[in-house]
């Protein structure tokens, strides 16, 4: 790992999130905290026609985790349910451009579980192993 | 270059720690971590090497000569313990794995037996975890309330508030002798001189003042102290409750099974005497005779010398820490009153931002809620980053943190 973690637009993101906020109308929520950092994050989801239309986070945390949630509400606005069930650990490396190596990926990997667990939620359904193996 | 201190040969101890001479990043390694765990030298090394390859076998039971070989060596580590912190007798040093399950013994074999509704347990908010959740648990069962001192603005405990709570309902008092978090040393030898007052008993969590400053648990009369070895150049997985004989005797087992009975028959069991009836099952001897080692190694530095080293480096530490922009220090200022556990914040840095871009470095540092949530909580933050010194730090080390913590502070004031 290499001081690459904390490039510009990383820290961009963490100090101007881009889709941070509440989403007064939202139809699904939900959280998650990373107990090793006590990172949090909550997700908020509008959803029409199976695709999210809206979404917005609020969180607490290390710049990894803050920056790598809000860069996810940027990249899955408009995204299937179905597509969001189906995206992992490479999609959110690749929206960061690094990798965080093995003892922060947890926090750059936490946006992603809870978008999951809204969808999941949403639909109704029981969340997979893979998704509580996230974070 | 590595300076020499008047009283400890830093550069003569470095070598006697292969880990030290790791590069970590391409960069020297900078171990700012030893409040979570020590690096351990040769000779603790060898000595759990020996016993593997030269005397392994079972202890107390075996007629054998490799067995006799074994138990004696587990047991000079036990008498050896016992004369660093000056207990009265070798049987009030039980072997656990750490200072966690010591501190558990207590709160499972005294509390239960001891512990009622309406009782009274007083802790502090600068309590490890481990010396809270048993405490939380028994209370729960019993019907009993932990009640928290708090700390000033220095991060001293509060007499008052230890004044105030400790009273006839209380049972025991415990608290940290020295603050993993804020490096705070508590003045043990009043609190327990009140607590004895009221009748309550003084348990001293031990496990951040046994390593770096000279205890002397009759002097403080603590009626329970607990330490793990890792922390003071042992190994992992070995760890001491100390107490008083007259609490032990009274107090039913904690773990039962081999090695801590006399008898058992179909219609119950006896229990062997101090310490073997808490030390249930084959024990772990290499890391006993490792801490053993370790024992020996910081005697022959003297305790009194590792604390001046300390202070020497603390003192260094905070001086030029206090000179970074927007850096926040949690403890008290004064050296004397603490140990070299140092915990900070960088402006809004996050503490997990912050120890990745001193990995970068090759400097070791801890970040989070240090087992400490309650203590996180009171002083409201999230988190924190600590820098915790030992015998063998220096202050050119303490130099490449302070360069590394200008290094972040750039970083994010882009």
Known sequence: ?135 | MIEKLATVDTARIREDFPILKRQVNEKPLVYFDNAATSQKPNSVIDAINRYYRYYNANIHRGIHKLAEEATVAHEEARENVARFINAKQTGEIIFTRNATEALNLVAYSWGKANVGKGDKIVVTIMEHHSNIVPWQLLAQEKGATVEFVKIDENGELRQDEIHELIDDSTKIVCVTHASNVLGTINPVKDIGRLAHRFGALLLVDAAQSVPHMPVNVQDIDCDFAAFSGHKMLGPTGIGVLYGKAEQLEGMPPFLSGGEMIREVHTTGASWKDLPYKFEAGTPNISGAIGLGAAVDYLRGIGMENVLDHEREITRYALDRMKQVQGLNIYGPMDVDHRVGAVSFNLGDIHAHDLASILDEDGIAIRSGHQCAQPLMEFLQVPATSRASFYIYNTKDEVDVFIEALEKARKIFAR
């Open chain 1, 1 to 135: 790992m290499s001081s690459d973690i904390y490039k510009d637009i990383i820290l961009d993101y963490y100090r101007h999130p881009r889709n941070s906020g509440d989403l007064t109308d939202a139809d699904v929520r939900a959280k998650d905290s990373n107990p090793l950092c006590g990172d949090i994050i909550e997700m908020q989801l509008k959803i029409e026609d199976g695709k999210i239309s809206d979404i917005r986070f609020k969180g607490k945390g290390c710049a990894i985790s803050q920056a790598s949630a809000s860069m996810l509400t940027e990249a899955v606005k408009g995204k299937t349910l179905e597509e969001i069930k189906a995206m992992g650990k490479t999609d959110v490396l690749n929206l960061l451009g690094i990798d965080p190596g093995p003892t922060r990926i947890k926090c750059a990997l936490l946006g992603l579980k809870v978008l999951k667990l809204a969808v999941y939620g949403h639909l109704g359904q029981t969340i997979t192993e893979e998704v509580r193996q996230l974070v």
